[in-house]
């Protein structure tokens, strides 16, 4: 008998809120607005307040709010941005878009966020920024990211996509630097049911200039300021993530005692566990150990149909896109050795103690074997 584990149940997600989704499309319909109108100025005042911060701008997707920001901030060509090893490849392309060259930053292994002791070897007089990640859901450690910041005149962007809702020494994620990129994609924490994105930012300037780049560069029909993009959070969207956003503490909750739960039934085995450090909390967007000879472990697991997943097999630099740049000369062999042993287990909201008590027995007699 196999019993299917999935890696991330979405359609439980959308049973659970099925009335509120569907009430969500009829006003939309209704309203047959679908593009910058009440549910999008509504979300963003709800998503703003939800993080503390002044201002949210809705854009299309999680890159192009980190592209936005970077973009907002007059950074480009001739420009560094430092940016973690490890990250989804997003964090550096948002750079190499704006015509700035990504710098990675090496992880602290255990905790995989941008290790803030590797910061100042990295800056130059060509550094303007420094995108850290709070990586698989955990704040990276910002205090000491933001003081070496201000001490080099440096701005603080957050790539918040995989930590909605997350808090490092009790603010949340979207007000721990200048700016922040969310990602509304499906299996975020906070996820649309399409593609989705958001600037949080305490900065009007910023916050005003991110919402012109993203609407053609213009404040005002057919006056164009900037030239600018067309990359927008729709209607339809908005709606949905309005429906999503007041559920989201309690599924992070949730995600939070299935993460306890695999520590303790993990802890003392032949698994490395994540560490999460004193002063964050993370919301386990994903829950990522590591284990040697992780092809045969995966093996095992898939056979019992437990859905598992890489993130990621490949560190940005190490990828084709990046070949014969200046970034992927720079050797980086902790991304390196982590994109070889992290393997993720499934965690979500939807999951059940017995599905992950079957998880861990099936991994602990792969690593026996
Ligand atoms: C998902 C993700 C992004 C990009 O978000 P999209 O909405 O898919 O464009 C950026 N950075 C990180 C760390 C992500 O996980």
Known sequence: ??????????????????GELDTAYARVMQSSWFILGNEVTSFEAEFAAYCGADYCVGVGNGLDALHLILRGMDIG????????????????????????????????????????????????PRTRAIIPVHLYGQPAD???????????????IEDAAQAHGGTYRGKRTGILGDAAAFSFYPGKNLGALGDGGGVVTNDPVLGQRVRELSNYGSKQKYVHDLAGYNTRLDELQAAFLRAKLPVLDEWNKRRAALANRYMTQLSGTDVV???????????????????????????????????????????????????????????CPIADTLSDEVLSLPIGPHMSSDQLDRVCEVLLVALKN
């Open 1 to 18: 008998m196999t019993t299917t584990i999935p890696f991330l149940d979405i359609a439980a997600a959308h049973e659970e809120l099925r």
């Open 77 to 124: 060509p001739g420009d560094e941005v430092l940016v973690p090893s490890n990250t989804f490849i997003a964090t550096w392309l948002a750079v190499t878009q704006a015509g700035a060259t990504p710098v990675p930053v090496e992880p602290v292994t255990s905790t995989y966020n941008m290790d803030p002791a590797q910061i100042e070897a990295a800056i130059t």
């Open 142 to 156: 910002m205090s000491p990211i933001t003081a070496i910041a201000q001490q080099y005149g440096l701005k603080v």
């Open 273 to 331: 566990l994540p560490v999460v450090i004193d002063s964050a909390e993370s919301v386990w967007h994903l829950f990522v150990v590591r284990v040697k000879d992780r092809e045969r472990v995966m093996r095992t697991l898939a056979n019992a149909g437990v859905g598992i997943q890489i993130h990621y097999p490949i560190p940005p630099g190490r990828n084709g896109a990046y070949a014969g740049t200046p970034a992927a000369a720079i050797r």
